[in-house]
């Protein structure tokens, strides 16, 4: 894998793990319970949910490998007066990648109950 596949991919999962917990932080000040135990119970739940977005992302980087080369000189993009779309992303490949996974992160945790209900079970048995 080329290396700045697996440097996006690695901004994915620190993005995802970032959100992750933080919004487990703030859940489990208002539950009143140990940050480590919160942690824990949260990625037992959810942990499919992260191996999914691991190999989606994984397949997104697959077939992006078709349009976008980004062993172009990220230096050489941003001499340029005007840039694409496509150049943009190439440019700024890992934040997109950083963004894309914090993003997903976030709605995941509004959404999904799984982690939230293994936290206030946790709080239930304490």
């Given at each position: 894998?080329?290396?700045h596949y697996a440097q996006a991919l690695l901004?994915?999962?620190?993005?995802?793990?970032?959100?992750?917990?933080?919004?487990?932080?703030?859940?489990?000040?208002?539950?009143?319970?140990?940050?480590?135990?919160?942690?824990?119970?949260?990625?037992?739940?959810?942990?499919?949910?992260?191996?999914?977005?691991?190999?989606?992302a994984l397949c997104l980087i697959f077939i992006?490998?078709?349009?976008?080369?980004?062993?172009?000189?990220?230096?050489?993009?941003?001499?340029?007066?005007?840039?694409?779309?496509?150049?943009?992303?190439?440019?700024?490949?890992?934040?997109?990648?950083?963004?894309?996974?914090?993003?997903?992160?976030?709605?995941?945790?509004?959404?999904?109950?799984?982690?939230?209900?293994?936290?206030?079970?946790?709080?239930?048995?304490?």
């Open positions: 894998m080329d290396k901004a994915f999962l620190l993005a995802q793990l970032l959100m992750a917990s933080i919004n487990v932080y703030f859940f489990q000040k208002k539950k009143e319970i140990e940050y480590m135990v919160a942690v824990k119970a949260y990625m037992k739940a959810e942990i499919g949910y992260f191996i999914i977005g691991f190999f989606g992006l490998s078709d349009f976008l080369d980004l062993g172009v000189n990220r230096k050489d993009l941003l001499s340029k007066e005007t840039l694409t779309h496509k150049e943009k992303l190439q440019a700024y490949f890992k934040t997109c990648a950083l963004l894309v996974g914090a993003f997903l992160q976030a709605i995941a945790f509004a959404v999904r109950k799984k982690g939230k209900a293994a936290i206030e079970k946790m709080v239930d048995k304490g």
